[in-house]
Structures are given as structure tokens and as C-alpha cells.
């Protein structure tokens, strides 16, 4: 399997379960469900789970942290880009009545499927000027540092990334940078998507201040531990209000960026995507 290689809609796979426990696994619930995801899907097809584990690149899937939505009642989803693994993930999983979660045993009441109209996201955009935005996960992005934008130097800076140079490392970044943000959600779009967004200059155009911090409140960082204790991760909750300037607007890029903040409730965004971080949620669009 060609990771990448398909244009195809996105599905979102919801799981209902019950636990009669009472866990508290809070946000690191979601390392227990990325090892069921893969456990689940190599008894089914271990090719394709071992193609997704050792892939380094965007990954074509997200999971949710599990959620409880009811006493006893919780819930979970996963967001696939490849149609292939939404059908293996619903044979796979069909053959299971329950999951194990650091020692607690949920039993799946139902699993659901929807298929997400990208070309419909794209007509239906509007071109707000105005977002409040809830993260209700831990989130993060990957920030290159030094940060030289591509277009600032033209050819020059095509010649010197090539050449490898200034070298450049990526450091985390914990806070709500809307032109991180935005940059993972184009990237996560163009790999999978296969719909066309007609931006002008879009990531140029980001990095010229068309969309701007408006103000922040109940911000908060989390370090967590991954399943093994191994690694940790720092991530960021609250919410953010987030503006497109007047004097950079455009109409057009405006349009995109309604499209990908819409998708990315699905999708998720940032660093550990398929761990149930990068969850959010629009509060208001205007």
C-alpha cells in the first residue's frame, strides 16, 4: 500500500461503547486506543497495519481521546483519508464485541460511518472574518527553527534548502499559532483530500499576517506520558479567537480557510493526530 497515493473521500468511524467501571484515563486515553487501532487491524490485514505503523510521513488517519457521553456510555472515532482502511477498520472491528483499555473492558454497542462531501464543504464556504475556537485536546505543532518562509528570498531560498542550509530543527510549539495551524490543515488536504482548494498564494499569504490572533483566554499546557512512559508531550487547551485582518483580506484565501477549519473538527491538527490530540471545535464563525 502506497501511503499517499489515493484521492478519495474522507470517513469519519464512530464507536459506542459501555463500561460498567468507571475509568478515568483522561487524555492520554487516546495512546491505549491507538494501540487497539493497529492491534485491531493487523489481525485483519497485518500488511497494511505495518505499512501505517512504519510510515513517516502525514499520517492518512486520526483518532479521538475516548469520551464519555453518558454514565457508562463513551465514545471514540477515527477519521480516515483512504477508503481502503475505513473498509478494513469496519471488517476488522464488525468482528469484535469488545476492546481492552489500560485494564478496563469496553464492549462496542455500535459502530457508525460517515462520508464526509468535500466538494459540498467547498461550496458552502463563506468567507468569515471572524473565529472563536475551542481546543479540547491537547494540541501542538511542529515549528522549523530557523523559520525562513520560502518566498523570501525567492530562488535563493530554494537553493539554499536544497543545498541543506541554514539546517533546520523542528521544536514544538504549544500555543495556538494560527499560521501553524492552518499550514497542517493545507498539508493534511492536498495529500488526501484530492479536491482542489483555490487559494491564491495561500501559504504565502498566511505568513504575511492574513490571519492573526484576536485574543486567547483559559489557556492551559499539559505534559503527558505516552503508553509506554517512554516520551513525553506537551500540548495546549483553551480557546482562541482568531481574526483575517483588513488589510491582507482576500475573498478567496478567506473561503479556504473556512473550508479547512471546518474539516479539521474531523480530521484534527498538529502533532499527534492519531493519539487524540488536536481535537477542536468552532464556537463562532462571522
Keep these: ?106 464492549r462496542i454497542i455500535e459502530i457508525s460511518c460517515k462520508r464526509i462531501d468535500l466538494d459540498g ?33 525567492g530562488l535563493l531560498a530554494k537553493i539554499m534548502r536544497a543545498m541543506g542550509r541554514p539546517k533546520s530543527r523542528y521544536r514544538f510549539h504549544p500555543l495556538p499559532d494560527p499560521t501553524l495551524m492552518l499550514r497542517n490543515l493545507k498539508r493534511q488536504w492536498d495529500q488526501y483530500a484530492g479536491v482542489s482548494l483555490m487559494g491564491r498564494r495561500f501559504n504565502r499569504w498566511l505568513e504575511e499576517g492574513g490571519i492573526a490572533i484576536a485574543g486567547v483566554s483559559e489557556i492551559k499546557t499539559h505534559r503527558l506520558m505516552d503508553k509506554a512512559g517512554k516520551r513525553f508531550f506537551v500540548g495546549f487547551t483553551g480557546r482562541v479567537r482568531f481574526s483575517l485582518p483588513e488589510d491582507t483580506f482576500s475573498e478567496e484565501n478567506a473561503r479556504v480557510v473556512n473550508v479547512l477549519l471546518r474539516i479539521g473538527q474531523e480530521t484534527q491538527v498538529g502533532v499527534n493526530r492519531t493519539a487524540g490530540f488536536g481535537v477542536y471545535k468552532i464556537l463562532k464563525a462571522k
Excluded at 457521553?69 to 469484535?96: M, Q
Excluded at 464556504?125 to 518566498?151: D, L, N, V
Design 121 to 153: 464543504l467547498i461550496k458552502e464556504s463563506k468567507p468569515f472574518r471572524r473565529y472563536e475556537i475551542e481546543f479540547i485536546t491537547p494540541t501542538c505543532f511542529r515549528k522549523p527553527s530557523p523559520y525562513i518562509p520560502m518566498h523570501a528570498f
Design 1 to 106: 500500500m502506497k501511503i499517499g497515493s489515493e484521492h478519495l473521500p474522507i470517513d469519519v468511524i464512530g464507536f459506542l461503547l459501555t463500561c460498567n467501571s468507571s475509568p478515568k484515563l483522561g487524555y492520554s486515553s487516546g495512546f491505549h486506543l491507538r494501540g487497539v487501532f493497529y492491534r485491531t487491524l493487523r489481525s485483519y490485514d497485518p500488511y497494511m497495519a505495518t505499512q501505517l505503523h512504519d510510515y513517516r510521513g502525514l499520517a492518512p488517519f486520526s483518532i479521538s481521546p475516548l469520551m464519555e457521553i453518558h454514565p457508562d456510555i463513551y465514545f471514540f472515532r477515527v477519521t480516515s483519508y483512504l477508503t481502503r482502511l475505513s473498509d478494513a477498520l469496519l471488517r476488522s472491528f464488525s468482528k469484535v464485541d469488545c476492546i481492552k483499555l489500560a485494564n478496563n473492558t469496553y
